[in-house]
């Protein structure tokens, strides 16, 4: 038996990594996750988990090896050059998921443009030797807009997060959003329509993460910082929608 060991994070899972793979427990999104895992792999994007096998109510993914960006972030995470990196790799990610057909079960009866990952952000991102090297718990992939799934990117990693809640998440000196936000959708490629409703989107996101906590009873210490969070985007919408869209 080779040595075993429980993974930091997992918010919604325990994750034990064995040798170099992670063994987790199965869920009801998880026929979707691995259709996606095995479209990725056959596609040749190396910055996902690969599906090994299954067992029982289990499911045996390759580790990916690095520093997973948790709270506190490292300095480097917080660097612009990180920044183009996350944005090329979600665009790259979207771009690939165009002409990924999901099982018919999860096919949504609305139109969507990609598959969005939905919970992009730096503690499910994989970083070696100072680069972004990989993605990590799709749980909530989902078939999506492109800039539904942007949103909660950009308020993670620009970081859209007031300035309390971003010197708890380890940014000093607080940083210059509005230039980081232009960062982002430049490196991203983002088109002039999805630029205009950035802003509404994020807090449309913001929102739904807070109903969704309300009624799953989950996570509701965290309702506040999200609440306030809206309160400074909303004073700072304006400002930040000219920048991305001069």
């Given at each position: 038996m080779s040595q075993q060991e429980i993974l930091k994070g997992?918010?919604?899972?325990?994750v034990i990594k064995q040798a170099n793979t992670v063994v987790r427990k199965m869920s009801a999104a998880s026929p979707f996750v691995h259709a996606l895992f095995r479209y990725l792999?056959?596609?040749?994007?190396?910055?996902?988990?690969v599906l090994?096998?299954?067992?029982?109510?289990q499911e045996r993914l390759s580790y990916l090896d690095?520093?997973?960006?948790?709270?506190?972030?490292?300095?480097?995470?917080?660097?612009d050059a990180s920044l183009i990196e996350v944005a090329k790799l979600l665009r790259r990610f979207h771009d690939l998921t165009r002409d990924f057909v999901p099982p018919p079960e999860s096919i949504p009866s609305?139109?969507?443009?990609?598959?969005?990952?939905?919970?992009?952000?730096p503690y499910n991102c994989v970083y070696k030797d100072g680069h972004l090297v990989g993605i990590i718990d799709f749980d909530t992939a989902?078939?999506?807009s492109r800039v539904w799934d942007i949103a909660?990117?950009?308020?993670?990693?620009?970081?859209?997060?007031?300035?309390?809640?971003?010197?708890?998440?380890?940014?000093?000196?607080?940083?210059?959003?509005?230039?980081?936000?232009k960062l982002f959708c430049d490196a991203y490629g983002l088109d002039a329509s999805d630029r205009h409703k950035l802003m509404d989107t994020v807090q449309e996101r913001l929102q739904a993460l807070i109903?969704?906590?309300?009624?799953?009873?989950?996570?509701?210490?965290?309702?506040?910082?999200?609440?306030?969070?809206?309160?400074?985007?909303?004073?700072s919408q304006a400002f930040l929608t000219d920048t991305i869209t001069a």
């Open positions: 997992g918010n919604s899972n325990r792999t056959d596609a040749g994007f190396r910055e996902s988990p090994i096998e299954t067992f029982g109510d690095g520093e997973v960006g948790h709270y506190p972030l490292q300095p480097y995470m917080q660097s609305s139109p969507y443009e990609v598959i969005g990952h939905n919970d992009f952000a989902a078939p999506a909660y990117a950009v308020y993670r990693f620009v970081p859209l997060t007031n300035d309390q809640h971003s010197r708890d998440c380890g940014w000093s000196p607080i940083p210059d959003r509005a230039a980081r936000l109903a969704y906590m309300q009624a799953n009873a989950s996570n509701l210490e965290h309702i506040p910082l999200y609440i306030n969070d809206l309160d400074y985007m909303k004073e």
